[in-house]
């Protein structure tokens, strides 16, 4: 019956889910024509009381068929390799983007001899994060331009900082510099991109500023639990971008005050905001898919006019890091919702400073989440004794009920009517065993969200053969299962423990039928839970156990 009531709490809580996003879905800020001029620090004021210059717009020229050979690069490109407390990055000067990043706290898998997380999958030129573009959208950009840096090795001292120089001059009669700042203890990059007019006239244009990413790992990409996908923080508001619905719908456009914009999966972020000090905040970020899984995430601004021998300088703040919620509250920027953990947010954000704080005195995670398991079933224990109590004596009243039934068989009203009298006699409330469970969800909902996406339990062991929580757990015993690999040992567990809490739990005798259903469910649960994450299931072992204890209890009684 408590399961019963459990699995009816939360159908009825993810019918009120479904449905609210189904009555009032989120609002999208959609693409507006209307012009506005992009926030930017200008060296000189964008109208002069000289006399007026011709304005080309540079979308408008034919730069494929006016490239001067003096901007062909003279030599192969380099690659400049920066080195800090936190990552080793390269990039490269075929078109000044980001061709590597290499977080040192974080290891790409759990195998001794792993490396470093790579950031940067695959791609290349243009198909790389921080491809930069003024007057021509990426898409259209037809030569990759050579950015001549003034350095090839970079390494930070302790808290110290670096800073990489980037020029090139496009057809247009640009020259683009970008100016990128490394601090040794931390996950932002300062980027400045200075574009100079050194044509003979005014040119009009919008910057264009690309983060073209691909998935981190192919577990990311493949999970159907979690996202992993564009994200934008757009209005105050996030939106999480599915890539399937890129590749069936085509490219989304977004457009307002852009916080960042970026691509995230559960537990690492690539982001870049834009530095806005002005009221005029409007942006565009247009995302669209390539090659199956590229998400190109275009960060645009409304037009300028950049008179000749004058120059505009567009800022922005970019986070190539883990999400973890103390990195992405320091970093600032609004980085720190791109943790999303639902509507039970307020929930699972306390439950996680928990477990962390747990985790700094007895440093295993594993036992971190069995106390905080108990911290909960003691704070939740009287309502749960009261459910519980409500049920046992529901069972006791079944044979009067089933009666009541038998003799107003015919007429529902009275049938009601006499059953709400008994309860009435006896202080029964029917729904005392329910409600508690309903009381209750937000707490399953919110832990569940932490452990699936907690950056902290990523490769983080527990005991024997569990040594990932954020991962399912396999037992090697000699010889694969087909479609397992190892044994789900701790799964097995915990479904024989929801088995053995349903044999204890009161039944209805009047309503087999109820029980042998109910009695499906520890082998639908097992089923469920064999590919989520071994910390999640270690929760809910221990809270069988917790449950089965006090059940125990109340059936002395």
């Known amino acids: 019956m408590d399961n019963k009531n459990a699995l009816l709490a939360i159908m009825l809580s993810m019918a009120v889910l479904f449905g609210y996003q189904l009555l009032f879905p989120p609002q999208q800020q959609t693409l507006q024509n209307t012009p506005s001029q992009l926030q930017t620090e200008s060296s000189i004021p964008a109208s002069t009381e000289s006399a007026p210059q011709q304005v080309r717009s540079v979308e408008s020229l034919d730069v494929k068929n006016t490239t001067p050979e003096n ?66 959208d990426p898409s259209r950009v037809v030569e990759v331009p050579f950015y001549e840096s003034d350095s090839q090795i970079l390494e930070t001292a302790p808290s110290g900082l670096k800073s990489l120089v980037m020029t090139t001059r496009v057809a247009a009669g640009l020259t683009i510099t970008k100016t990128v700042n490394f601090s040794d203890n931390s996950y932002l990059l300062d980027l400045s991109v200075d574009v100079a ?7 009009q244009g919008s910057p264009y500023l690309a983060l073209t990413s691909n998935p981190f790992s192919p577990e990311s990409a493949n999970s159907s639990y979690l996202f992993s996908g564009p994200a934008v923080l757009v209005g105050g508001s996030l939106e999480e971008v599915k890539v399937k619905d890129l590749k069936e719908d085509g490219p989304k456009t977004l457009q307002g005050n852009i916080a960042w914009t970026g691509y995230e999966d559960s537990y690492f972020l690539l982001a870049a905001a834009p530095q806005n000090d002005s009221a005029e905040k409007v942006q565009t970020v247009r995302l669209s898919v390539t090659d199956g899984t590229a998400v190109n995430n275009v960060l645009s601004g409304s037009s300028d006019i950049i008179p000749s021998g004058a120059s505009k300088q567009y800022k922005y703040t970019i986070f190539f890091g883990p999400k973890k919620m103390s990195v992405l509250e320091h970093e600032g920027h609004e980085f720190n919702r791109a943790i999303n953990f639902g509507w039970f947010g307020f929930v699972a954000k306390p439950l996680l400073l928990l477990m962390n704080m747990l985790y700094g005195i007895i440093h295993n995670y594993g036992v971190a989440i069995i106390l905080v398991t108990v911290l909960i079933k003691v704070v939740f224990w009287p309502l749960s004794h009261k459910g519980m109590k409500s049920m046992k004596n529901m069972q006791k009243m079944q044979p009067q009920l089933a009666k009541i039934r038998e003799k107003y068989k015919d007429d529902k009203e009275k049938q009601a009517q006499e059953q709400m009298r008994l309860y009435k006699t006896h202080k029964i409330n029917p729904l005392g065993g329910c409600m508690p469970m309903i009381l209750q969800i937000p707490v399953f909902f919110a832990l569940y969200r932490v452990l699936m996406q907690a950056i902290e339990l990523r490769h983080a062991p527990f005991m024997l053969w569990i040594t990932d929580l954020s991962a399912p757990e396999r037992l090697s015993i000699g010889f694969d299962i087909p479609y397992l690999g190892g044994l789900p040992l701790l799964t097995l567990l915990m479904g024989g423990s929801m088995f053995l809490q349903q044999k204890m739990t009161p039944t209805p005798a009047t309503n087999p039928e109820t029980a042998k259903v109910m009695m499906l469910m520890p082998v639908i649960f097992t089923f469920l839970f064999i590919n989520f994450a071994s910390g999640l299931v270690l929760y809910f072992f221990v809270n069988n156990m917790l449950q089965m204890a006090q059940q125990h209890m109340i059936n002395r009684q």
């Open 71 to 136: 901007l062909a690069p003279q030599r192969a490109s380099r690659d400049i390799r920066i080195s800090t407390a936190l990552y080793d990055a390269v990039f490269t000067e075929n078109g000044g983007t980001i061709k590597s990043f290499r977080l040192k706290e974080y290891r790409e898998n759990n195998k001794k001899d792993s490396g470093p997380k790579e950031l940067v999958t695959k791609g290349d030129g243009i198909e790389l994060p921080l491809f930069f573009s003024w007057g021509t």
């Open 197 to 203: 007019n050194t044509s003979d006239s005014a040119l």
